[in-house]
């Protein structure tokens, strides 16, 4: 099966901090989410469209799907780059993850989607907002 084309890319770098790792100096599973969560802030924000933009305009995306796999394990004061590709936007954000180590390689790979949900009726909607839409066009890398 083919690799799904990415339509804006971008890199993160994040660190291991002391409160990211069990006793044994591994970043705990579940911190890999936060470190995704803070690349994909990253991205949205070089889309222009990051979460104050979606709240002033009356949504809220929250994630509806997320699958990981890890490969290797990140350990206290390593750094990780964290490359972030939007996949979809028309209808719902889908965002492949891909998480590496200094040495470069692959830690984790995993995917999100999130639907735009109306703040007033949290009501899903079944397109994302004209404005996102219209920002994430001028912005696809080709």
């Not at 989607?113 to 890398?141: C, D, H, W």
């Amino acid at each position: 099966m083919a690799k799904q084309k990415a339509l804006i890319t971008n890199t993160t770098n994040v660190t291991a901090e002391f409160y990211d790792v069990d006793s044994m100096d591994v970043v705990w599973h579940g911190n890999y989410v936060k470190f995704m969560e803070v690349a994909r802030c990253a991205l949205l924000d070089k889309i222009g469209y990051g979460y104050k933009e979606m709240k002033k305009d009356g949504y809220a995306f929250p994630v509806t799907t997320l699958t990981i796999k890890y490969i290797r394990s990140l350990y206290f004061a390593q750094t990780a780059t964290v490359k972030t590709e939007l996949l979809e936007y028309e209808n719902m954000l889908k965002i492949r993850y891909e998480i590496y180590n200094q040495e470069g390689a692959l830690l984790t790979k995993a995917e999100t989607t999130q639907m735009a949900v109306k703040f007033g009726t949290t009501e899903g909607e079944f397109i994302t907002p004209e404005r996102f839409r219209k920002l994430v066009e001028s912005k696809i890398e080709n």
